[in-house]
């Protein structure tokens, strides 16, 4: 005999949809993403800065509500309009 469980199958939640974006930043390549809905923050590929980690990527700031105003106070520049790159966050 089969046993079967309709019922416990763990509810669903729904997936947040966040952004990214690819650019440059002072000449070097730059990844802005949204953390979280609303906060967003933005790493440059700076291997030789002593502040970089061990993946070579700094940490420019974080915790700004817009990919716009993330790019103002980092001077982020994108090969395309400032427009995001859906992801799911599972």
């Not at 802005?32 to 070579?56: C, F, I, L, M, Y």
């Amino acid at each position: 005999m089969s046993a079967h469980h309709d019922s416990a199958s763990a509810p669903s939640t729904p997936t947040a949809v966040l952004g990214s974006q690819y650019g440059t930043c002072d000449g070097k390549s730059a990844f802005a993403r949204e953390t979280s809905p609303g906060s967003w923050q933005v790493k440059a590929h700076h291997p030789s800065n002593p502040a970089a980690g061990h993946d070579g990527w700094v940490l420019l700031g974080s915790g700004w509500p817009t990919l716009a105003a993330a790019a103002a106070a980092t001077g982020l520049t994108c090969p395309r309009p400032m427009s995001t790159i859906a992801l799911t966050r599972q």
